[in-house]
């Protein structure tokens, strides 16, 4: 199964924003984010980050010397159940 890539600015499922993306990696304009990238959550007033979750199709590709944040990673910050971060874009799977 493919799952999209996420982008710097995207969202998780209680709304929280990914705040970091790899510089000079972009789709469409806007940077691809990666894993441990910091993430804002509205809900638990903290900046947690992405944490990997799931199969990955290549784990060995790499973006800048960072792995990139895929659909459905968690943020882990202090809500529980953690949320999972959404990709605005799904034309960009691995």
């Not at 924003?17 to 007033?45: N, Q, W």
């Amino acid at each position: 199964m493919n799952r999209a890539l996420i982008k710097q600015w995207d969202r998780t499922t209680v709304g929280g924003i990914v705040t970091e993306g790899v510089e000079d990696m972009e789709h469409e304009g806007t940077r691809l984010s990666f894993l441990y990238a910091k993430v804002s959550c509205p809900v638990c007033k903290t900046e947690g980050i992405i944490a990997p979750s799931g199969a990955r199709s290549d784990d060995d590709f790499m973006m800048m010397n960072q792995r990139p944040a895929l659909e459905f990673d968690i943020c882990e910050c202090k809500c529980e159940p953690k949320p999972l971060v959404l990709a605005s874009q799904h034309d960009m799977t691995m």
